[in-house]
């Protein structure tokens, strides 16, 4: 499979803990991105790589969110004292040039 | 107010009906337009992208913008089961790598 991946596909935790995601993106795509979405709502971006420079952050990505892509390829992005407000499907994107982001399938958090 | 507006459905057709979906947008600066698919419990999948005012066609599918009034569609002609799915309509703005999504419409298309 070529497309972009994301590992876990499902994670549950408890409010309180820290839990990290996994992306890899299409390989020789340099441009990676992270959106959340919420039941009902469309993905909201929440920060961009270009190779391992983060070069756009939402205010969404409060300072418990942290994201990083050592050496421009697959990228991790970490939530720390998770809430149940931060229950959602966490969405990885890669593009390269002019074209529009892919998508992976998702990591869907359940914060209990 | 949102910076884009879509009605979020649900939208339900007979298979073979020519199916419009919808969105508007406040902020002008906002210059380039896609749609995504995203069947349940999946990723949002890239359908059509333009960058112009006009109309781009692929298969049975055409997406229209018209900046003047900042309002986008895209039209689905002879629907299938198959493309029961949400739609969603992102945008961004010129030197931007952030996507603004709509809600997204969920669509049924009965057999």
């Known amino acids: 499979d070529t497309g972009v991946s994301q590992n876990p596909r499902h994670k549950i935790t408890k409010r309180g803990q820290n839990v990290t995601f996994r992306c890899d993106p299409i390989?020789?795509?340099?441009?990676l991105y992270w959106y959340r979405q919420t039941l009902g709502q469309g993905p909201e971006f929440l920060t961009y790589f270009q190779n391992e420079a983060q070069l756009e952050k939402s205010r969404l990505l409060s300072d418990r969110f942290s994201a990083e892509r050592p050496k421009g390829s697959f990228s991790t992005l970490e939530i720390q004292r998770t809430e149940q407000g931060d229950s959602a499907m966490y969405l990885c994107a890669s593009s390269f040039g002019g074209i529009e982001p892919f998508f992976g399938p998702g990591t869907r958090l359940t914060v209990l | 107010q949102k910076e884009v507006e879509q009605d979020p459905g649900p939208l339900s057709v007979p298979e073979g009906a020519i199916v419009s979906l919808n969105c508007t947008y406040s902020n002008s600066a906002f210059q380039y337009f896609m749609w995504y698919r995203q069947y349940s419990r999946k990723g949002p999948e890239l359908l059509m992208y333009?960058?112009?005012?006009g109309n781009k066609e692929d298969g049975r599918f055409t997406a229209q913008v018209d900046k003047s009034s900042k309002y986008i569609s895209l039209f689905i002609r002879d629907s299938q089961p198959s493309d029961s799915a949400t739609y969603l309509c992102a945008m961004r703005k010129s030197g931007s790598e952030k996507l603004v999504f709509g809600k997204g419409t969920k669509l049924t298309v009965n057999p």
């Open positions: 333009t960058y112009s005012s």
């Open positions: 390989s020789e795509h340099n441009r």
